[in-house]
């Protein structure tokens, strides 16, 4: 028998796959907070949880008391067709920081925003500075300024 080890690579690092790390989550936490009951946000929508918009069809959560695990699997549902979005109609790959901005982006203002966005638009065209200037313009209310610049910086922390 022979083997034919000496042919592969001892030192090869495995690929990271781009997905929803803890990093995904430490941003969006940031920029939403936390409540665990309903308040009125600045638009003067119903949320509840990290920046989840509750539905008319969820109205129990208006008068919810939620724990940290309920809004954790809140969030994650949240996330779910963001990431799908993400991952599978994106025509070039992300890295974790640029996915990491485009989730806080897109957990912000919701996926078909996204992707019909200047932002996706710039991106699948390959010209990533615009892309990342283009976050800019998702600014209002004007309190997400801040934000949308930490996203913009972070989305072209790689290049």
Same mark, same amino acid.
């Given at each position: 028998?022979?083997?034919?080890?000496?042919? /592969?690579? /001892?030192?090869?690092? +495995? @690929?990271?796959?781009? !997905?929803?790390? #803890? #990093?995904?989550?430490?941003?969006?936490?940031?920029?939403? !907070?936390?409540? @665990?009951?309903?308040?009125?946000?600045?638009? !003067?929508?119903?949320?509840?949880g990290v920046g989840h918009q509750i539905k008319d069809s969820e109205s129990k959560l208006l008068t919810a008391n939620?724990?940290?695990?309920?809004?954790?699997?809140? /969030?994650?549902?949240?996330?779910?067709?963001?990431?799908?979005?993400? +991952? !599978?109609?994106?025509? @070039?790959?992300?890295?974790?920081n640029q996915f990491d901005a485009l989730m806080s982006l897109c957990h912000n203002i919701g996926v078909d925003n996204?992707?019909?966005?200047?932002?996706?638009?710039?991106?699948?065209?390959?010209?990533?500075?615009?892309?990342?200037?283009?976050?800019?313009?998702?600014?209002?209310?004007?309190?997400?300024? @801040?934000?949308?610049?930490?996203?913009?910086?972070?989305?072209?922390?790689?290049?």
């Amino acid at each position: 028998m022979v083997l034919f080890l000496a042919s /592969l690579p /001892l030192d090869t690092p +495995k @690929k990271q796959e781009i !997905g929803i790390k #803890s #990093s995904t989550l430490d941003l969006i936490h940031h920029y939403e !907070g936390f409540s @665990k009951s309903a308040y009125l946000d600045s638009t !003067g929508r119903w949320t509840i949880g990290v920046g989840h918009q509750i539905k008319d069809s969820e109205s129990k959560l208006l008068t919810a008391n939620l724990s940290n695990t309920d809004a954790q699997k809140l /969030l994650e549902r949240d996330l779910r067709p963001c990431e799908t979005f993400l +991952k !599978g109609s994106l025509g @070039k790959p992300l890295t974790q920081n640029q996915f990491d901005a485009l989730m806080s982006l897109c957990h912000n203002i919701g996926v078909d925003n996204l992707a019909r966005s200047s932002v996706v638009h710039h991106f699948e065209r390959g010209n990533i500075k615009a892309a990342a200037n283009s976050i800019l313009n998702w600014n209002r209310p004007q309190e997400l300024t @801040k934000r949308r610049q930490e996203e913009r910086k972070l989305f072209l922390s790689d290049i």
